[in-house]
T-cell receptor, first 114, second 115 residues
Framework: AQTVTQSQPEMSVQEAETVTLSCTYDTSESDYYLFWYKQPPSRQMILVIR??????QNATENRFSVNFQKAAKSFSLKISDSQLGDAAMYFC???????????FGTGTRLTIIP | DAGITQSPRYKITETGRQVTLMCHQTWSHSYMFWYRQDLGHGLRLIYYSAAADITDKGEVPDGYVVSRSKTENFPLTLESATRSQTSVYFC??????????????FGPGTRLTVL
């Protein structure tokens, strides 16, 4: 079974600084997708960024980018120019190609310090 | 309004009672999912459905029942609620994947407390 590990239960960063959230996963598959979801205090789950395993280029969405290391099974999220609105729980998730089920990590709570 | 909704948003019940959580989506997505969120566990899949009348177990299905008679609805029933089922429950939906990459859209969640 696939597992997703987020080893940082909590992180904090100064406003306008850069922070990196870690995620590792375990799979024997070669084709899969990885996701980062944001859950603000409203509890709504919001997709931040996604990465296809067959793509070598790291995904980027505005201030959010990933460092995808397939061989190391690592998928970290970098948030640049952190803003107060970035404060949330962040979940890393995995989905095998051809399977719609998501496997989530346990989450990292990010605090932004003004 | 278009989207995915859950009801109720908050529910308090007692041990042994039957509880049904409702989920409705207006996109006609084929796939629907139920997750529970607990501290230290993230989100875990309870049940999912690929289409009307097709359902399958996820990671933590014990104590739950689902049905899907219509594409847009996917109710989750706790037949005899236990305290361990106190959690936040999320419903999600996604379309049939085109090109492989597919996003799940989540409802706002239901906070269930079992006393």
């Amino acid at each position: 079974a696939q597992t997703v590990t987020q080893s940082q239960p909590e992180m904090s960063v100064q406003e306008a600084e850069t922070v990196t959230l870690s995620c590792t996963y375990d799979t024997s598959e070669s084709d899969y997708y990885l996701f980062w979801y944001k859950q603000p205090p409203s509890r709504q789950m919001i997709l931040v960024i996604r990465q296809e395993a067959y793509k070598q280029q790291n995904a980027t969405e505005n201030r959010f980018s990933v460092n995808f290391q397939k061989a190391a099974k690592s998928f970290s999220l970098k948030i640049s120019d952190s803003q107060l609105g970035d404060a949330a729980m962040y979940f890393c998730a995995y989905r095998r190609f051809g399977n719609e089920k998501l496997t989530f990590g346990t989450g990292t709570r990010l605090t932004i310090i003004p | 309004d278009a989207g995915i909704t859950q009801s109720p948003r908050y529910k308090i019940t007692e041990t042994g009672r039957q509880v049904t959580l409702m989920c409705h989506q207006t996109w006609s997505h084929s796939y629907m999912f139920w997750y529970r969120q607990d501290l230290g566990h993230g989100l875990r899949l309870i049940y999912y459905s690929a289409a009307a009348d097709i359902t399958d177990k996820g990671e933590v299905p014990d104590g739950y029942v689902v049905s899907r008679s219509k594409t847009e609805n996917f109710p989750l029933t706790l037949e005899s609620a236990t305290r361990s089922q106190t959690s936040v429950y999320f419903c999600a939906s996604s379309p049939i994947p085109e090109g492989g990459n597919n996003e799940q859209f989540f409802g706002p969640g239901t906070r269930l407390t079992v006393l």
